[in-house]
């Protein structure tokens, strides 16, 4: 008969003798505190000293097969031994962008808060998850606490609210929401039963609107846009003309998203205006506020935000402007009927038991369509903790006071073309060459604007000196987006700006 054990006597023998004792632990402590600890030393030299450091670069750009074989991104059986482990740490540090570098502009997130990354950390270290009391007694009251917080400051003294992991998703649980608390029976019977639903946005609003109809099964060809002004605000009376339309084609208008900080112009939605509008068609009323929120925070700003008290939900990303770190996102509703929970709740019996030794309306993971849910609010919590709601006011009024002084400066060189004055911290601007001065009606120019941004950020990106976005928008070529927010830029790193946009592209 066949031999149908898969080693031989021989082979057997071997692989039970590299077997670990069974009565030992598979990790050794000792040795893995100690590589802890030399891993620690690297990030803090690399990534929180060197990565903050004007002196040093954003990033040391390479390219993708070079970077491959640099880091050695093979898989293999055996393990590699602590030396060696240490030097990978090193290079993934070495060859990320440094995103916490005072100049790094390229996206809405950035810089370093130490009392966040504190509680960063601290999480990852506990590694607990966020849906029962039992197992994260001190994080399910922390959020309820932060979430009050943040509600207050949106204008609600009740509600509700969880930590989203992105203001995508955030906006997604907004249009779910939404679509249950009109059509409850959603939830059991599906699609199947239900009108064509439409929902409302401008052409200026995240991606995720649309991301979110698709995946929600509304589908993108069912959002209508409400036209924008020049600064790229919704019009309330367009928005009024589009439900109407709406209706004319037998869709049911159920949700409407407005804007506090678009992503290119960071403009701001006339809030108390379209809340009129949606009051008067019984339409829920989301903010997507995941960059704009913060100004909240400010009593010179705020005003931007005015009716947002007046909204259903409200999405906000403290990750962003209040540089909490990645991720921390919130999704804020003023609704007092647990309408989170009957949304979404599965009522499962091995995680939610009704007959617990503690009230178990502490358990909140049935309110998230998640399981594993991460804890983000420690970050936002210890940061606030430290600072207190005036230290953040100044971070977000700093900011403010560094796009001013950026613009004013814009102003007085030239080459420097602004798309507008901005209305948030978003700076929007196209740099015109010396060889392209005074062209503006040649028949190329608009193309050879167009490839004027790409070419700078090329050439900064291998230099390594700065990050800083472009892009199109409607009919108007390619532009730069710079973002002005980091606690650590100073009035320098603004002029630094300046002088390494003309030195990379004064030549093109």
Not at 5 to 16: A, I, L, R, V, W
Not at 72 to 91: F, I, S, T
Not at 127 to 145: I, R
Not at 149 to 162: F, M, S, T
Request: proline content about 4%; hydrophobic content about 40%; some cysteine.
């Amino acid at each position: 008969m066949a031999n149908l054990n898969p080693f031989t006597s021989d082979e057997q023998g071997k692989e039970q003798a590299n077997l670990h004792d069974m009565n030992e632990p598979l990790i050794d402590h000792s040795e893995g505190q100690l590589f802890l600890n030399e891993a620690f030393k690297i990030i803090m030299e690399e990534v929180l000293c060197k990565g903050t450091d004007v002196k040093e670069k954003v990033c040391e750009w390479k390219e993708p097969e070079e970077l491959a074989m640099l880091l050695d991104l093979e898989l293999r059986a055996a393990g590699e031994p602590p030396q060696r482990l240490l030097q990978r740490v090193k290079d993934v540090a070495r060859y990320s962008v440094k995103t916490s570098h005072p100049r790094f502009f390229n996206q809405q997130f950035g810089g370093v808060d130490y009392h966040a990354l504190a509680g960063r950390f601290l999480t990852e270290a506990l590694n607990t998850n966020l849906f029962t009391y039992e197992v994260a007694p001190v994080f399910v009251l922390m959020e309820a606490e932060v979430l009050k917080g943040l509600r207050q400051l949106v204008g609600w003294k009740e509600g509700d609210g969880l930590f989203c992991p992105g203001g995508s998703t955030s906006n997604m649980y907004a249009m779910n929401l939404a679509r249950y608390r009109l059509f409850p029976q959603v939830k059991s019977q599906g699609l199947w039963g239900l009108p064509r639903l439409a929902i409302f946005t401008s052409p200026e609003s995240h991606y995720s609107v649309r991301k979110g109809a698709a995946f929600l099964g509304i589908g993108t060809d069912n959002i209508f846009l409400a036209d924008v002004d020049d600064g790229g605000r919704m019009i309330p009376e367009d928005l009024e003309e589009k439900i109407k339309l709406a209706k004319s084609q037998g869709a049911v208008p159920f949700f409407v998203n407005c804007m506090a900080g678009t992503t290119v112009q960071g403009a701001f939605d006339p809030l108390a205006r379209i809340a009129e509008v949606c009051e008067k068609h019984k339409l829920w009323m989301h903010i997507d506020a995941a960059w704009g929120g913060s100004v909240l925070f400010s009593k010179q700003h705020r005003h931007l935000m005015n009716g947002v008290d007046r909204a259903n939900s409200v999405a906000w990303n403290p990750h962003k402007m209040l540089v909490a770190g990645l991720q921390c996102s919130v999704l804020l509703l003023q609704d007092t009927t647990n309408l989170l929970k009957q949304c979404h709740s599965a009522n499962a019996t091995y995680l939610f038991q009704q007959d617990k030794f503690y009230d178990v309306n502490l358990d909140v993971g049935d309110k998230s369509v998640q399981c594993s849910r991460k804890v983000d609010c420690l970050k936002l919590w210890l940061m606030w903790k430290a600072v207190g709601s005036i230290g953040l006011e100044e971070r977000v009024d700093k900011a403010f006071h560094h796009v001013r002084y950026l613009v004013e400066q814009m102003k007085k060189r030239e080459g420097f073309q602004l798309l507008r004055d901005p209305e948030f911290v978003n700076v929007c601007f196209w740099f015109v060459p010396p060889s392209m001065r005074g062209k503006e009606g040649s028949a190329d120019y608009q193309d050879r604007l167009a490839k004027i941004a790409p070419v700078i950020k090329e050439r900064m990106m291998k230099q390594g000196t700065m990050m800083v976005g472009y892009q199109p928008l409607g009919n108007k070529v390619n532009f730069f987006r710079v973002v002005v927010f980091s606690p650590l830029v100073s009035q320098k790193d603004m002029d630094f700006f300046l002088d390494e946009i003309q030195r990379l592209g004064n030549d093109l």
